[in-house]
């Protein structure tokens, strides 16, 4: 067993800075030394002690105390250097640390220049003379225009690549006459470009990119490096600023097309609209999305795929996310997908300002390692502009990077000066080559500036006078560049200027393009109307059986939970009984007869596998060993993969991965499951901003389907609405569907019509589901039901068939108020009422409604009664739509609660009372036709 008195000079400085890893993480150092240091505690009690060293050291040996100085000095640099690195190309001085200074660590130059290079234990050593100039090839490195941040990473070999990669300057090659020339090119095509639409088109809104020009040759190198590793798809998510210059060259949006958004924006009483294309408005230019085909390097298509996004800045991380996921998993594979973490990379460019300040940022990051929605990494580029519209960093942030909440996920960072050309390039090289290695995060907090003001209307001497000032008077990266190929005889100024003469005659060509033969937004085309009515979604008996059988399987010597198992049992005799079929059965035949016939199934939610109120059990856990088993998955018809995972506890994020998910891969059935319906309020952006708006806006057409369980149970105002209200205020041009089911069978069908109506007419479906409701009797289905029915989007009171003649009164209802009615007052008790349910809300089955209403010629009143509140619920979108089709002398009337603030009581006795209020007044009450007031 080797002793501490076996090492000293530059190794006992090793030893030392071994030790201070072990005290971090005592699995990272070798058995051998982690002996060594616990038996020698004592000696390393106080780290600032002198070592003991050998009583008979060798001649050559050195002093011990300098050399532990010296490796402290050495450590701190790797560590801390990036508090000195020069980062800012405004000049601002760096915050430094005392650590850094040789004073700190009592030693000077001359003791330096007595201690050899090889105290570094770095590949530099050899190109070193002396441990001075160890140190200040050590400090040019991580104290120049690079700054690196890797200490928080917990994982050792991750650690050791980062610094290899920093001291053999691994990332620094390549720079060619050629490349170097290529590189002026895109400089000048950037800022080019930016310069004619500034010129061209004052005032007008753009977000320039200018001061962070660096950010597309960064993107050139990610994207060539990963197309030539095997990347077979990217996707990039921003925002606004810089993006007009993100679609015109990183996916060659032509340039004419750019100009006719800026001209059309403002065009004339001449010029065509498209309001009237179905479906289509639009979006301001720079938040649209683009596609193209990547076919460069030997390779001979990689799709690159820049989001849509809104102004919501971050939001569109986890869309980026899902869509990057989509990609990777094989989806046609019997089982769980097969996932290919190399097949898709995400690229996310982030604002200094939102990155720290927007939630969905962390939540996002929290997801990147999770079963469900690990992509293997995404490199992460922060736009820094220093300033956030016309904010200073010390209000919008507490930390001092812009880039620190990275470190919460160990996600290594590297900070780099915009202005650097090299080392900008070196960074985006090594964040690819940091993902692909380790299939991580990593972060290039590209540190620029920003040329004009928030937008290019806005003056930014108001508020950062002395910034702007500076800004004005400092040269361009692309100037910059220019200058020193120049110096170096690589190009001449004639040349360099030639470029953008060449790229400015370009510009104005198709300009006049634009201006001559405008490039119109592509319009949606709408589906066949009455599509969704038409559909089938019937199951045979024999194949339903089949199923059955193989959802209720497991392994001989898995231990079910003899709760679970007498869950089963009634399952398996279901079939045989009249309404014995519960909402979850009914679901899992839903999934089960969708893979057999080739629909892949991916399905996300906070307690998705167990069910939150213990309904669905789709994923069995032994009770002996805990080990896990999906019978769906097993499934010996299936044709397509279903995938259900357990999420984090996140409604933003998730629903914006599922919503990313479903956008890029139309081929499947995504369904995110709120825990309650309410907690959808959680991601009430991507609902309003991507969700219901997204056709409207971009043409994009998920199918996704969202759960949301919904109804009055004494629960509280916290989980009894899923906010049906907001859902159908937002619904228009067959932008999404809004459905609140009362039986397992409708549920069944729903699902059915929904995945087969995935590809010619999608929409997104908003589903009210149950939670007393799961198991009630009332809602209980059939085996005939599956077998025989459809999808009804109105339900009639087939109780009324015999006493048609003697109803006066119709009672209108959605959801689960209906069980609740007929539970209370049986049929024969009021003989003059009939109930009618209204499944599916939006579209609004005004057709279907009418025709069941001419049914009862006796009726003389209609009363629509609801649990919610009369400023909730579906009162104030139902009420225009059902007076409508009603004849002049029928009484029309509300029933429910008061309108309110909040959407339930708060006691289980005051939910009871006002309950049966409510159905009393549905059933005996007289009505009064009222005015139709929509809130």
């Known amino acids: ?111 330096l220049r007595g201690l050899p290079a090889s105290i570094l234990r770095s590949p530099l050593e050899s190109e070193c003379s002396d441990a001075l100039s160890a140190v200040s090839a050590l400090r040019t490195l991580y104290s120049g225009s690079l700054g690196y941040e890797a200490d928080h990473i917990q994982v050792y070999e991750e650690r050791k690549w980062i610094h290899d990669s920093i001291e053999t300057r691994r990332f620094f090659y390549g720079y060619s006459v050629r490349r170097k020339r290529e590189i002026l090119a895109r400089l000048s095509e950037v800022e080019t470009f930016e310069r004619f639409l500034h010129t061209t088109f004052v005032g007008q809104k753009r977000f320039s990119l200018e001061g962070c020009d660096m950010l597309m040759p960064m993107l050139d190198s990610i994207i060539r490096n990963a197309a030539v590793a095997g990347t077979k798809e990217i996707v990039i998510g921003m925002a606004h600023r ?15 097309h750019i100009l006719s958004e800026f001209i059309l924006a403002h065009r004339d009483a001449h010029h065509p609209v498209v309001r009237e ?204 560049w220019a200058n020193r190929l120049v110096a170096d005889g690589i190009v001449t100024q004639a040349e360099a200027d030639g470029m953008v003469a060449d790229l400015m005659a370009k510009l104005n060509e198709a300009k006049h393009q634009a201006e001559t033969d405008p490039v119109m937004p592509t319009s949606l085309t709408p589906p066949p109307a009455g599509l969704a009515r038409r559909t089938q979604t019937a199951v045979s008996a024999e194949k339903l059986y089949e199923y059955n059988t193989q959802l209720l399987r497991a392994p001989d010597n898995f231990s079910i939970n003899p709760k679970l198992v007498r869950m089963f049992e009634k399952r398996r005799t279901a079939f045989t009984q009249i309404g014995a079929i519960d909402w979850a059965h009914a679901e899992a035949l839903a999934f089960a007869s969708l893979i057999a016939e080739g629909v892949p199934i991916r399905m996300t939610g906070q307690d998705s596998q167990r069910g939150t109120f213990s309904n669905r059990h789709l994923v069995l856990h032994d009770v002996e060993n805990g080990q896990i088993y999906a019978p769906i998955q097993h499934l010996p018809q299936a044709q397509a993969a279903f995938a259900i995972y357990n999420s984090s506890l996140s409604e933003n994020a998730v629903l914006g991965f599922e919503y990313g998910y479903s956008s890029h891969a139309p081929d499947s059935l995504v369904l995110w499951e709120a825990q309650f319906g309410d907690f ?41 609405s899923a906010r049906l209200e907001r859902f ?87 959801g689960k108020v209906y069980v609740d009615l007929v539970s209370s007052v049986p049929p024969e008790q009021a003989p003059h009422v009939a109930v009618i349910r209204i499944e599916e809300l939006y579209s ?90 929509v809130a």
């Open 1 to 111: 067993m080797r002793s501490f008195a076996q090492f000293f000079g530059p190794n006992a400085g090793y030893v030392l800075e071994l030790y201070e890893q072990y005290k971090k993480d005592p699995a990272s150092v070798d058995a051998e030394f982690r002996q060594l240091f616990l038996e020698n505690a004592h000696l390393f009690a106080d780290t600032d002690a002198t070592v003991p060293v050998a009583t008979t050291a060798p001649r050559d040996s050195v002093d011990n105390v300098h050399a532990i100085s010296a490796a402290r000095l050495i450590r701190f640099i790797r560590e801390m250097g990036h508090l000195a690195a020069h980062i800012d190309p405004l000049g601002k001085k760096p915050v430094g640390d005392p650590s850094l200074e040789l004073g700190y660590h009592d030693i000077s130059e001359a003791d």
């Open 242 to 256: 810089g993006r007009l210059n993100v679609l015109a060259h990183a996916l060659g949006k032509p340039y004419n």
């Open 277 to 480: 294309a179905h479906g289509w408005t639009g979006d301001v230019k720079y938040h649209l999305g683009a596609q193209r085909t990547f076919r460069e390097s030997g390779v001979e298509q990689m799709p690159i795929t820049l989001a849509p996004n809104p102004s919501h800045l971050e939001f569109v991380n986890p869309v980026v996310a899902g869509r990057a996921r989509a990609v990777q998993d094989d989806r046609f594979a019997h089982g769980a997908p097969v996932r290919d973490r190399s097949a898709s990379l995400a690229i996310i460019i982030h604002g200094d300002a939102a990155f720290p300040g927007q939630g969905v940022v962390a939540e996002t990051l929290n997801m990147s390692d999770l079963e469900g929605y690990s992509i293997g990494g995404t490199i992460h580029i922060i736009l820094n502009n220093q300033i956030g519209f016309s904010t200073d960093p010390h209000d919008s942030r507490t930390t001092l990077y812009s880039s620190d909440l990275a470190k919460g996920f160990e996600i290594p960072i590297v900070h780099v000066n915009a202005d650097d050309v090299e080392a900008s390039v070196a960074a985006a090289r090594m964040a690819l080559a940091y993902r692909n290695e380790f299939h991580k995060d990593f972060l290039v907090d590209l540190v620029g500036y920003r040329r004009w003001g928030h937008n290019e209307g806005d003056e930014p001497s108001f508020t950062q006078p002395l910034m702007y000032a500076q800004i004005s008077q400092h040269k361009t990266v692309r100037e910059q």
């Open 680 to 720: 959808a309020n959680g991601a009430q952006v991507i609902i309003d901003q991507f969700i219901v708006s997204g056709r409207k806006k971009w043409g994009l057409q998920p199918s996704m389907i969202l759960l949301l369980p919904h109804g009055y149970e004494g629960q509280g105002p916290e989980h009894s």
């Open 728 to 814: 159908l205020q937002l619904a228009a041009d067959d932008n999404i569907r809004v459905a609140n089911c009362t039986t397992a069978a409708q549920y069944f069908h729903l699902l059915r019509r929904q995945a087969m109506l995935r590809t010619e007419d999608p929409r997104p479906l908003i589903l009210m589901t149950p939670k007393s409701l799961l198991r009630h009797p009332k809602a209980g289905s059939s085996l005939a039901d599956l077998t025989d029915g459809r999808f009804y989007r109105v339900l009639d009171d087939t109780s009324a068939n015999d006493r048609r003649n003697q109803v006066e009164r119709i009672i209108l209802c959605s």
């Open 844 to 933: 609004f089955p005004a057709d279907e409604l009418t025709a069941i209403l001419a049914g009862y010629s006796n009726a003389r009143e209609v009363v629509w009664m609801q649990e919610e509140p009369q400023n909730m619920g579906a009162w104030s979108y139902v009420a225009p739509r059902i007076k409508a089709i009603l004849a002049a002398d029928i009484l029309f009337s509300y029933v429910g609660r008061a309108p309110s603030a909040s959407p339930a009581e708060g006691s289980q006795s005051d939910h009871a009372e006002e309950q049966e209020r409510i159905i009393n007044n549905a059933v005996y009450s007289p009505i009064q036709s009222q005015s139709i007031i």
